[in-house]
T-cell receptor, first 111, second 116 residues
Framework: ELKVEQNPLFLSMQEGKNYTIYCNYS?????LYWYRQDPGKSLESLFV?????AVKQEGRLMASLDTKARLSTLHITAAVHDLSATYFC???????????FGKGTKLSVKP | GAVVSQHPSWVICKSGTSVKIECRSL??????MFWYRQFPKQSLMLMAT?????????EQGVEKDKFLINHASLTLSTLTVTSAHPEDSSFYIC????????????FGPGTRLTVT
């Protein structure tokens, strides 16, 4: 059974600081996703990672994937208040295609 | 990017009634759509997989007679919550991978259901 674990679940950061969110998954998958969710809203796609060693960056966020370790990271550089949200990683179930989500990391960036 | 819409965006209904939620892919076709449920401050949990032209596949613990799914066309899937109870109150979100790009997953804006 595919399981996805994220940590930390809560993260309070100061503006300007760097931090990393970790996502571990239990069985092989060919796709890993990162999403952002604001309160009361649906998911906003951030990154899709398809292969070992994949690295993608968008603004202050950078995601990477190590399929051998079954680990993905979401690195936040010089955090700003606008990044406050809940971040989910999700892994695709092979052959079925649906996503199994981690519990989410609630990020709060304080001035 | 591709757009998935849901209707209604929010609904309040009384216990015992049924509610239908629509999920549409607006500018692409999807043979499969996924229905997720999210309780407050929790993650998304897959309820069922909707397959165009065939029966839906339900996850363990999800009552198929209570949550009726119909995938009528390549752009429309519906979820009907029958005999709703207050514990069915939740945020329901659909997603669809396009036929032409199965790696991408586009999520709808969600439907907030409150059962009183």
């Amino acid at each position: 059974e595919l399981k996805v674990e994220q940590n930390p679940l809560f993260l309070s950061m100061q503006e300007g600081k760097n931090y990393t969110i970790y996502c571990n998954y239990s069985t092989t998958s060919d796709r890993l996703y990162w999403y952002r969710q604001d309160p009361g809203k649906s998911l906003e796609s951030l990154f899709v990672l398809l292969s070992n060693g994949a690295v993608k960056q968008e603004g202050r966020l950078m995601a990477s994937l190590d399929t051998k370790a079954r680990l993905s990271t979401l690195h936040i550089t010089a955090a700003v208040h606008d990044l406050s949200a809940t971040y989910f990683c999700a892994v695709a179930r092979r052959l079925l295609g649906n996503l199994i989500f981690g519990k989410g990391t609630k990020l709060s960036v304080k001035p | 990017g591709a757009v998935v819409s849901q209707h209604p965006s929010w609904v309040i209904c009384k216990s015992g009634t049924s509610v239908k939620i629509e999920c549409r892919s607006l500018d692409f076709q999807a043979t499969t759509m996924f229905w997720y449920r999210q309780f407050p401050k929790q993650s998304l949990m897959l309820m069922a997989t909707s397959n165009e032209g065939s029966k839906a596949t339900y996850e363990q613990g999800v009552e198929k007679d209570k949550f009726l799914i119909n995938h009528a066309s390549l752009t429309l899937s519906t979820l009907t919550v029958t005999s709703a109870h207050p514990e069915d109150s939740s945020f329901y979100i659909c997603s669809a991978p396009p036929v032409t790009d199965s790696y991408e997953q586009y999520f709808g804006p969600g439907t907030r259901l409150t059962v009183t």
